[in-house]
């Protein structure tokens, strides 16, 4: 069963540090979308992503964050200065048309030290 | 702002009985999603719901989208141990339809044997 891949699973980084999250999408998949749950919180929206270009973001959405498709398979998300509270697990989700089913991958444990 | 609010937040009950979980919010949604989460994985799609007054079943889960489309229920018959997990409501929330979905903070079942 197709699936939404993440790399990598676990992420440690210092403060002030870049880091790119990795993600492959379900290859029908047209829309892209990045979400991120702090420990015992809601999950968030952070982007959605369609035809090469954003198509709606949240405010939590700065311009510390990115996020490229640099070719036909990946979609990763750039964070350029880490702060402790980009602590989370980030998600990225899939699908075939606006609106329609999201599928998830299995997550990026960031952890900001 | 849209807002899902779900309940009750934590629910321990015995094996065999049965569970309604609530998803409530003030808002119109076109489309309602319910997901399965385990702990440090992405959440699993297990059904959407678009229709006002829509019903569906996946075995012993019985989802109800309200007439207004503002709100849904889950329902498990005879709860085993393994249906215990995180289970969230999520609607689209895109202006514009961009497939942004609103989530509501979860429901932690524990199904004791």
């Known amino acids: 069963e197709p699936e939404v891949t993440q790399t990598p699973s676990h992420q440690v980084t210092q403060m002030g540090q870049e880091v790119i999250l990795r993600c492959v999408p379900i290859?029908?998949?047209?829309?892209f979308y990045w979400y991120r749950q702090i420990l015992g919180q809601k999950v968030e929206f952070l982007v959605s992503?369609?035809?090469?270009?954003?198509?709606?973001k949240s405010e939590i959405f700065d311009d510390q964050f990115s996020v490229e498709r640099p070719d036909g398979s990946n979609f990763t998300l750039k964070i350029r200065s880490t702060k402790l509270e980009d602590s989370a697990m980030y998600f990225c989700?899939?699908?075939?048309?606006?609106?329609?089913?999201?599928?998830f991958g299995q997550g990026t444990r960031l952890t900001v030290v | 702002t849209q807002l899902l609010e779900q309940s009750p937040q934590f629910l321990s009950i015995q094996e065999g009985e049965n569970l309604t979980v609530y998803c409530n919010s003030s808002?119109?949604?076109?489309?309602l999603q319910w997901y399965r989460q385990e702990p440090g994985e992405g959440p699993v799609l297990l059904v959407t719901?678009?229709?006002?007054?829509e019903v569906k079943k996946l075995k012993r889960l019985t989802f109800q989208f309200g007439d207004a489309r503002k709100d849904s229920s889950l329902h498990i018959t005879a709860a085993q141990p393994g249906d215990t997990g995180l289970y969230l409501c999520?609607?689209?929330?895109?202006?514009?339809?961009?497939?942004?979905?609103?989530f509501g903070q979860g429901t932690t079942l524990q199904v004791k044997p």
């Open positions: 999520a609607g689209d929330g895109g202006s514009g339809n961009t497939g942004k979905l609103i």
């Open positions: 989700a899939s699908s075939t048309a606006q609106g329609s089913e999201a599928f």
């Open positions: 290859s029908n998949h047209l829309y």
């Open positions: 992503f369609y035809n090469n270009e954003i198509s709606e």
């Open positions: 808002s119109v949604f076109s489309s």
């Open positions: 719901v678009v229709t006002g007054g």
